[in-house]
């Protein structure tokens, strides 16, 4: 059992930043592929990156590419989300998510444990 926790979301303008963090409970941390999803309003909820067990390799959408990453640190048992140079479209509740199905590291239905999400607005 894995519980998930966000945090760091807020409302900030147009190019700026903001450093999500996801903190997790539980011994088996390192054992899970872990990512970062978005939710619009009106919207289905999409993949935003994953990171895999030790954090060797990392994952983006498209539309994140250059300016968001991803990191995890172990130790801590926490992923981190950098966003910078954030846009409108990039408003959403942000959920942290942990799965053990890396080939399927992109998809909702993969993901065994979430959290209950952080709001991020950007605004204009």
């Known amino acids: 059992q894995v519980h998930l926790v966000e945090s760091g979301g807020g409302l900030v303008q147009a190019g700026g930043s903001l450093r999500l963090s996801c903190s997790a409970s539980g011994r088996t941390f390192s054992s899970y592929v872990m990512g970062w999803f978005r939710q619009a309003p009106g919207k289905e909820r999409e993949f935003v990156a994953a990171?895999?067990?030790?954090?060797?390799?990392?994952y983006y959408t498209d539309s994140v590419k250059g300016r968001f990453t991803i990191s995890r640190d172990n130790a801590k048992n926490t992923v981190y989300l950098q966003m910078n140079n954030l846009k409108p479209d990039d408003t959403a509740v942000y959920y942290c998510?942990?799965?053990?199905?890396?080939?399927?590291?992109?998809?909702?239905?993969?993901?065994?444990?979430w959290g209950q999400g952080t709001q991020v607005t950007v605004s204009t």
């Open positions: 998510a942990a799965t053990r199905d890396f080939l399927r590291r992109t998809s909702t239905q993969s993901y065994d444990y």
């Open positions: 990171i895999t067990w030790r954090g060797g390799n990392t």
